[in-house]
Each structure stands twice: as C-alpha cells, then as structure tokens.
C-alpha cells in the first residue's frame, strides 16, 4: 500500500469529479481504498512524532517542515495533474505532554464553537473546550513566511485554482487528534467553500472521542453557502473502546450506535460514515483505542460493501455541482 500514490488514488476513489475516474475492477478500486485508508491511520500516527526529523513522506506526499509544529503536521503533493493534495494531521495525546493532557481534561468542560478561521462561519453549539482550544491554538499560529492556516489554506486554494485542479484537504487523527480533527475540518470545510474554492474536505477520525453537546449531532454538516467543498466526515470506532465514550454527556457528529462491526451513516447525515470494527481486546480494554490494530483491518477485514460506504458520500453536498 505504501507505494500507491496517494493523490492520484484519492483522485479516483475520493474525488472521482476532478477528472481522475477511470473503469477499474472493483479489485483496484479496493485496493485504491485501503491504501488512502491506510496512508491515512500512517499520517495520523506520524502527527504524535516530535522530531521532525524521523516524520516522512508517504505514497507522493512530502512531509511540509515549514509548515509544521508539534501538534500540527502537513504533508502535500502539488505535482499531481489533476488533484492538489494536502493532508493535516493533529497529535494525539502524548502522555509525557502535560499540554496535551490539559487538554484532555480542559474537554469535559464544554465551551461554546467559533470558527478561527473566520468567525462569521456557522457553528457547532458548545464543544470540548480543550478541542476547540487546541484547534485555535494550530489554527492561528504563525508558520513560514508567517502564514497563519488560513492564509496557508488559502494559498493552496489559489494554486489549485491558478492550475485547473480540484484542491484534496484529508484531515487526520487519533484520539485527541481525532477530536480536534473533526472540529478541525468541519471549520476548513466551511471556510473554503465560503471562499469559492473547490474540491473536498474529508476527514479520517480514527477512535476519536465525543466533540460536544447534543447540538453537534444536527448541526454538523457540509457546508452549503456560495463554493464548491465537498465533505466527508469517516470516523474509525471499535467495540469497548473507553475512549470513545468520554467526555460524559456529550456527542459524536452523526452517531450510529451498533452492536455489529460494519459501515453506518444516519440517514439525515450521510457525508458522516462511522466504520465499527468489533472489539480487539475483551480483558484490557484500552488496548481497544491502538492506533496500530486499524492496520490489518484496513487491510483484509473491511468488506467490499463497507469500503464503497466509506468512499460513497453524495456527490452533490459539492455545491453547485
């Protein structure tokens, strides 16, 4: 998997309107799939790395150190003829990261949802203060050439523009990063499309925790102002994962609850898919929250139906398409 390009594979399986649908036996389309999904748990477990020095590239995207930090990675691929592709990637929480625990405890206490991006945006209602923080934190940060994201995201935007390709945004994470992800995407989604850029957000939450009180459930949706974003919101949980029942109280965006591994979408949300893996562990029940497990599920477990369900979001939430 790790040799597939992952921007022409995402062209493909993800963005098949930017020219990139080809009539493939559903064998390599599968194969396309595992390997975006596969790139994606990589990113999301390289985001937890401090030194830059050990992150790499992956499948044609290059690891972007000016535009890093430690809690934030970028990778990109602006060669691809169809596709410019980005990827973000938020930490997880590092044990010997007091911040990072902080955060998590900061979480339980829910705060009301701005976009950093642009305030003006819609909102969420009240979330995981530390996710929002967090997110806030990333969002306004200086990096090269003193960019903040959105300036950065901006800028990819115009390039994809200027060349006649769609722009691809993956947002990734685990756990914590999951969280903040999944804020994190839902604010870029908006703020792109607000902006007229087009192409798609898609976000891969791989065991991530509640993001915020019972609003979040209907108010999480694809953006439908003035551009042309598509989104996708594909959360990874597993049976007796502790974590994904915390913070008590509050929601995951477009929740279905099933005691049976598989793909599932609420029927009024199906730009969020949930993939439910069952239980890796019944004894030491954190081992249910390892990033590492998802790769042989990604692998060989994920049925062909779950996989198409996964990939399948409607192609009309791209607006004016």
């Known amino acids: 998997m790790a040799s597939v390009d992952i921007a022409d594979a995402l062209c493909v399986v993800d963005l098949p309107h930017a020219g990139g649908a080809r009539h493939l036996p559903p064998r390599n389309t ?3 799939q595992r390997a975006v999904l596969e790139g994606m748990r990589d990113f999301a477990g390289q985001a937890y790395t401090v030194d830059f020095d050990e992150i790499t590239g992956r499948g044609g995207l290059r690891f972007c ?3 890093s930090s430690a809690a934030t990675k970028c990778w990109d691929n602006l060669e691809h003829p169809q596709v410019l592709a980005v990827v973000l990637g938020f930490a997880g929480t590092r044990i010997e990261d007091s911040e990072d625990l ?3 405890i900061k979480s339980q206490i829910p705060q ?3 976009n950093p991006l642009d305030p003006g945006l819609p909102g969420l209602g009240r979330v995981g203060g530390g996710w929002q923080d967090r997110w806030h934190a990333e969002a306004l940060a200086p990096r090269a050439d003193g960019l903040d994201l959105a300036s950065l995201l901006m800028r990819y935007a115009r390039m994809a523009q200027d060349s006649g390709k769609a ?3 993956s947002v990734v994470g685990h756990s914590l990063g999951a969280a903040v992800a999944t804020l994190a995407s839902f604010d870029i989604a908006h703020f792109l499309d607000a902006s007229g850029a087009r192409g798609k957000v898609s976000t891969y939450a791989f065991n991530p925790p509640r993001l915020g009180m019972e609003a979040v459930a209907h108010r999480y949706a694809a953006p439908r102002s003035q551009g042309g974003m598509a989104f ?3 959360q990874f949980t597993r049976t007796l994962d502790p974590i994904q029942s915390v913070p008590l109280l509050m929601h995951h965006p477009g929740w279905v609850d099933s005691p049976q591994p598989g793909t599932y979408s609420a029927p009024d949300n199906p730009q969020v898919v949930t993939y439910q893996d069952r239980w890796a562990d019944r004894i030491n029940l954190s081992s249910n929250h390892e990033l590492p497990k998802w790769q042989p599920v ?6 062909a139906a779950d996989l198409a369900h996964l990939f399948s979001a409607p192609a009309d939430l791209a607006l004016g398409s």
């Open 112 to 114: 009301f949802h701005a």
């Open 298 to 303: 990604i692998a060989s477990d994920m049925r």
């Open 30 to 32: 599968q194969a396309l």
């Open 65 to 67: 150190v000016d535009q």
């Open 232 to 234: 996708a919101l594909r």
């Open 167 to 169: 722009l691809s945004v």
């Open 102 to 104: 902080i955060c998590d």
